[in-house]
């Protein structure tokens, strides 16, 4: 059976993870969902030692105070955990999810996602963290730490989830665009949605999509085939908003671009600049 891993950590996108998890579940033949969440170590572990930052002749009785408010964060840390797990089994069970684990671990998010996704088959992560819920124009650091690291597909949650029934592949005829091309004819997720698949000519030709094309038509999408010309992130951004696209899968990074980097400067621009889900490969 198919297994989906949503990570969660209580922000405003939360919501919208379990909406997009149980999405994908439902399309991908009724997976599981293992719902992860983590908390940062120096919330959750022991109280920490103060003496050294405060001075050596500062008094027991301060160092004992101090010691219990750590231990008092420490616990409501877990008892939020607690509930955040617990509402992502009431939302993912309303929404028609058969099978739901839920996951509490200490340390990161990466070194959850690494530990568990052997045998999972997707990766949902919302585009900001709860930490960056106030700035619209930053993506979550743990979203990117998680496509560097991940080998499974990362959906990215956009702010609230809306029915899907149009995708766009990014193609630039690279290994990762690919990669999307392979998963769009081999999985159940994007079978029977109409699929859009669009490069960017910004000064040479094009990559061919006569070829793509027929693998996608093979693998039983339908299929409308786009060229645009100029910058690749405006240029499908606003392709994505005229066509009414649902949802968005590319490459973690440009044929074109420095491959120094795993998430390159489209993909970043492409993740700020889209209110729809994306679909990345790398």
């Known amino acids: 059976m198919s297994r989906i891993l949503a990570c969660t950590d209580g922000s405003v996108y939360a919501a919208s993870i379990y909406d997009h998890a149980a999405w994908a579940a439902q399309r991908l033949g009724g997976a599981t969902v293992q719902v992860l969440h983590v908390l940062d170590r120096a919330v959750s572990g022991p109280p920490a030692d103060h ?99 991940s080998a499974l597909p990362v959906l990215v949650a956009a702010r609230a989830f809306r029915p899907i029934a149009r995708v766009l592949i990014a193609y630039d005829g690279g290994a990762a665009a690919l990669k999307a091309i392979d998963y769009a004819v081999r999985q159940k997720l994007l079978k029977g949605l109409e699929c859009h698949l669009v490069t960017v000519a910004p000064q040479a030709a094009a990559p061919k999509l006569d070829r793509p094309a027929e693998l996608l038509r093979g693998g039983g999408l339908q299929v ?59």
Do not use: W
């Open 51 to 149: 003496s050294g930052a405060i001075g050596f002749d500062a008094s027991e009785e301060l160092l004992r105070e101090l010691a219990e408010v750590d231990a008092a964060r420490g616990r409501v840390a877990l008892r939020r955990a607690r509930a955040l797990l617990d509402d992502a089994e009431r939302r993912l069970r309303a929404a028609g999810v058969g099978q739901v684990t839920l996951t509490q671990r200490h340390g990161s998010v990466v070194e959850t996602v690494t530990e568990f996704e052997a045998g999972a088959d997707l990766v949902v992560i919302g585009k900001r963290g709860e930490a960056a819920d106030f700035d619209k124009g930053h993506l979550g650091a743990n979203l990117e730490r998680v496509v560097r690291a």
């Open 224 to 282: 409308v085939t786009e060229v645009l010309h100029g910058e690749p992130e405006g240029a499908i951004a606003a392709y994505v908003g005229a066509a009414g696209i649902d949802l968005l899968a590319m490459g973690a990074y440009g044929h074109s671009r420095i491959r120094t980097l795993l998430v390159g400067s489209t993909t970043t621009a492409l993740l700020r600049a889209c209110r729809v889900p994306v679909l990345v490969f790398r």
